[in-house]
Nanobody, 121 residues
Framework: QVQLVESGGGLVHPGGSLRLSCAAS????????MGWYRQAPGKERELVAT???????NYADSVKGRFTISRDNAKNTVYLQMNSLKPEDTAVYYC???????????????WGQGTQVTVSS
């Protein structure tokens, strides 16, 4: 069984910063891509940023230059540093990871429970 546990959400003023963390635990042989998605009220879930095991990064245009995704492979953890936050960044942020539980096993998508980020004055 695999779990993704997010932390670091909260309330912040416009222009402020937050750092999200997501740790994977359980039966893990290998983790491929990891990423962050978000869902605002009344909207569909959208990609924020992804990072491969080798460190290749991809960002949504709306967060380029403000957010930075990173990972610690030894800790099975992915981070999202969010700077210059705007009210439109308000959403529930979800962690995602492609994980193989055993050698020879296919990679499956896992999701965290979500953490609320609210940007408001």
């Amino acid at each position: 069984q695999v779990q993704l546990v997010e932390s670091g959400g909260g309330l912040v003023h416009p222009g402020g910063s937050l750092r999200l963390s997501c740790a994977a635990s359980g039966s893990i042989f290998s983790i491929n891509a990891m990423g962050w998605y978000r869902q605002a009220p009344g909207k569909e879930r959208e990609l924020v940023a992804t990072i491969t095991r080798g460190g290749n990064r991809n960002y949504a245009d709306s967060v380029k230059g403000r957010f930075t995704i990173s990972r610690d492979n030894a800790k099975n953890t992915v981070y999202l540093q969010m700077n210059s936050l705007k009210p439109e960044d308000t959403a529930v942020y979800y962690c995602n990871a492609a994980i193989a539980s055993y050698i020879g096993r296919s990679y499956l998508d896992y999701w965290g429970q979500g953490t609320q980020v609210t940007v408001s004055s």
